[in-house]
């Protein structure tokens, strides 16, 4: 009997721990059940009739929105009327570069701005877009500046996050889909798009390292000087977190696609800021135009995130059925929800039926993997070019229409590559070359690796100089 007794308590003490334990195994298994599955970033503008974007969103099965709008009080007008379709309003704010009070303070405070190696201040100069006003991350008044815009955003009732944009320095290189664009190429770091060398940036890296950057003949090669960069971003970005979960609020933030990616192309460490959200922004048509960009920045973002942050996907919206071939690709190998820019690009009524399938779907697969999506691929990365079937047929097309502009007759021609033979390669490029046998033109090919994995492609002809040598 008093064994029997005994035993009782045991298994009832047991089955107490067992329903605890799996408890907080379910609660630390299931970090995306507390927000939104499928969001978009969206500008906000008064006047605008946010309630019919609102109920549209819900129709497509939207529940969160980034909202961009100028003003505190602006939040306040459009928040509740998002409520009212079910949908978590976070504020979509820019932090390094100015967006709403740019003239203000660059008439005010010209001494904040960003210099690029060539001592050229953003104040002054133009980088890229004349919208590019990123403020040094190393001044206290512009992190005190930053803190304050933060806290005004933080008190407005009924909002519930923060969502930080261009939290980074200015693109040192740009995806390879938007060089033609500016009419440049980047096939390494140039001094004029190479920013972070503020005058009290060089005194604390001296002060810190005793040594100044500049004096290097290549000071993209010095590790220690990107690190303090990403550092300077990494410190303002936890300040904001700070200040964001002191008043009750959860911390997103929208960076560029993985941590590595991003560090060498932004100088922005994201795994290191303590985030309850990430949306990296794997826009892959600015990259490599190719859905295994996401699955491999998905894949790196599962390691390389801050274990305490939810990962989702930010892809750009498709009005086609490559839109559910993107969110695939996320979702299958990692991420946990997605979010598009922007809900405005959907406009076909039969792929807006669709997006709402899919959304429904989704959140059907996450219910039932106990509030995780669950990840399907058994891929691993793979960093060869020429295992990627996608990129590759990319290359082919562009080869044919190459040689196709060169004739009269616009139909893509038939082709035959031969064996692709690796000329150079430096730092994240590497180059290659390749004859098409029916034509006999030739063409490089070159890859861009930042990161570690595929972020670009290009294809040029290889055009020959008067003694016959092939111009590089």
Not at 74 to 83: E, G, M
Not at 147 to 167: M, N, P, W
Not at 205 to 231: I, M
Not at 289 to 300: G, V, Y
Request: with cysteine; hydrophobic share 40%.
């Amino acid at each position: 009997m008093i064994i029997r007794t005994l035993s009782t308590k045991c298994f009832v003490v047991l089955l107490v721990f067992a329903f605890l334990f799996t408890s907080c195994n379910l609660k630390k298994e299931s970090p995306s059940q507390e927000y939104p599955m499928f969001w978009t970033w969206l500008d906000y503008k008064p006047g605008n009739n946010f309630d019919s974007i609102c109920r549209e969103m819900q129709e497509l099965g939207i529940d969160g929105v980034m909202l961009n709008a100028p003003t505190p009080d602006d939040y306040r007008v459009a928040i509740p009327i998002a409520q009212k379709y079910g949908i978590a309003v976070y504020a979509w704010l820019w932090t390094m570069n100015l967006e709403h009070d740019r003239e203000k303070i660059l008439k005010e405070h010209p001494e904040w701005f960003s210099v690029n190696r060539n001592g050229k201040s953003l104040a002054d100069t133009t980088a890229y877009v004349g919208y590019y006003k990123f403020l040094s991350p190393v001044l206290p008044e512009v992190r005190e500046y930053i803190k304050e815009k933060i806290a005004s955003y933080c008190k407005v009732e009924g909002l519930q996050g923060i969502a930080i944009d261009y939290h980074r320095y200015v693109d040192v290189v740009l995806p390879t889909t938007l060089w033609p664009k500016y009419d440049i190429v980047q096939d390494r770091e140039y001094a004029a798009w190479d920013y972070g060398y503020h005058p009290e940036a060089i005194r604390m890296f001296k002060e810190q390292h005793g040594y100044d950057p500049r004096a290097q003949k290549d000071p993209s090669t010095d590790l220690k000087w990107r690190q303090f960069r990403c550092d300077q971003i990494t410190e303002v970005a936890n300040m904001i977190a700070e200040v964001v979960h002191k008043h009750g609020k959860k911390m997103a933030a929208s960076p560029f696609p993985t941590p590595k990616m991003a560090s060498r192309m932004v100088r922005q460490d994201w795994g290191k800021w303590n985030l309850d959200i990430v949306f990296p922004m794997v826009y892959s048509s600015f990259y490599t135009e190719d859905k295994s960009f996401i699955e491999d920045c998905t894949m790196e973002n599962v390691k390389d995130k801050n274990e305490r942050t939810t990962l989702y996907c930010g892809l750009m919206a498709i009005d086609g059925p490559e839109m559910f071939a993107a969110m695939d690709a996320a979702l299958d190998n990692g991420a946990q929800g997605i979010s598009i820019f922007t809900v405005k690009t959907l406009r076909d009524p039969k792929i807006k039926q669709q997006f709402r399938a899919y959304t429904d779907s989704a959140r059907a697969k996450r219910a039932a993997n106990n509030g995780m999506m669950p990840v399907l691929g058994n891929k691993k990365l793979e960093i060869d070019p020429f295992k990627k079937e996608g990129v590759m047929r990319l290359i082919q097309t562009r080869i044919q229409q190459l040689i196709a502009n060169s004739q009269v007759n616009d139909n893509l021609p038939k082709i035959a590559l031969s064996e692709f033979t690796a000329v150079e390669t430096y730092d994240v490029t590497h180059r290659y070359i390749v004859t098409e046998q029916v034509s006999n033109k030739q063409f490089w090919v070159t890859f861009y690796f930042y990161g570690g994995i595929l972020s670009g492609w290009n294809v040029d002809p290889v055009l020959v100089n008067n003694d016959g040598t092939k111009r590089s």
